[in-house]
């Protein structure tokens, strides 16, 4: 728990603006906010931008987060962000808010409930802070922090909300330079992206390109470095975004 009387200048981070307008790459930005999630005590941190019409897929809007794959993967399966509580706050406030399990499955039926509440405690996640943001060009995004019982104080709110609003600005920055690849892709890294684009495994490129499945994860690991990102989805995604792959 962040104590209601910790001092504001104690709590990790408290002069992280200054960092954060130093890192240079989305993968610098994922580190900051490892590092500040665990300072925190916390279990996980999720960077989005603000859905703008109905969405299924909270990896869709996703920019960069540490949730754990699974935990994603069966959020998105059983199309939670439609019927999303979060979302529908997020989307009619611009203050930071606290979540539990109670207003996260609020109107869902029994069943539904039960499996969230099953789902999130299974990653000890049952709790969160969401921050509403926005960088300079109006872009609405979130910025959210996650543990197990958690509560958070006024003051740690209004502290994690200033780290997420610079975080947040600092990451659109960062992304507007993505057209300056540092390094051309190879054919063979591009093809890589193209058929994981498409849904196939390492394994699965490999049969198709006729190449073994390590050299597969060596074109895709070299890709995700040289676009500046933590892995091969938001390589992927990256690589849409700038046109590298269709």
């Known amino acids: 728990m962040l104590k209601s009387d910790t001092p504001f200048s104690t709590l990790p981070g408290a002069e992280s603006a200054q960092e954060v307008a130093e890192l240079k790459t989305q993968f610098d930005i994922f580190r900051f906010l490892k590092k500040v999630t665990e300072a925190w005590g916390l279990k996980a941190f999720m960077v989005i931008n603000l859905p703008s019409h109905i969405a299924t897929?909270?990896?869709?809007?996703?920019?960069?987060?540490?949730?754990?794959?699974?935990?994603?993967?069966?959020?998105?399966?059983?199309?939670?962000?439609?019927?999303?509580?979060?979302?529908?706050?997020?989307?009619?406030?611009?203050?930071?808010?606290?979540?539990?399990?109670?207003?996260?499955?609020?109107?869902?039926?029994?069943?539904?409930?039960?499996?969230?509440?099953?789902?999130f405690n299974r990653f000890e996640m049952?709790?969160?802070?969401?921050?509403?943001?926005?960088?300079?060009?109006?872009?609405?995004?979130?910025?959210?922090?996650?543990?197990?019982?958690?509560?958070?104080?006024?003051?740690?709110?209004?502290?994690?909300?200033?780290?997420?609003?610079?975080?947040?600005?600092?990451?659109?920055?960062?992304?507007?330079?993505?057209?300056?690849?540092?390094?051309?892709?190879?054919?063979?890294?591009?093809?890589?992206?193209n058929w994981t684009a498409a849904g196939k495994t390492s394994a699965e490129i490999a049969e198709i390109l006729l190449l073994s499945e390590h050299t597969v994860n060596h074109y895709l690991n070299r890709a995700t470095k040289k676009l500046n990102t933590v892995n091969r989805t938001q390589a992927v995604a990256k690589a849409l975004r700038v046109g590298l792959i269709k």
């Open 126 to 193: 049952n709790s969160g802070l969401w921050c509403p943001v926005h960088d300079a060009t109006g872009q609405r995004g979130a910025v959210s922090f996650h543990g197990q019982d958690v509560v958070f104080s006024p003051r740690a709110m209004a502290e994690i909300s200033y780290i997420a609003s610079h975080v947040f600005s600092r990451l659109a920055f960062v992304r507007s330079l993505d057209a300056r690849i540092p390094e051309t892709l190879t054919d063979r890294e591009i093809d890589c992206l």
């Open 57 to 119: 897929e909270l990896s869709q809007f996703t920019v960069i987060t540490n949730w754990p794959a699974e935990l994603l993967h069966q959020y998105d399966h059983e199309r939670l962000l439609s019927r999303s509580n979060v979302l529908r706050e997020l989307k009619q406030c611009c203050v930071p808010f606290q979540v539990d399990l109670t207003l996260a499955t609020r109107g869902f039926d029994a069943a539904s409930t039960a499996m969230i509440v099953d789902l």
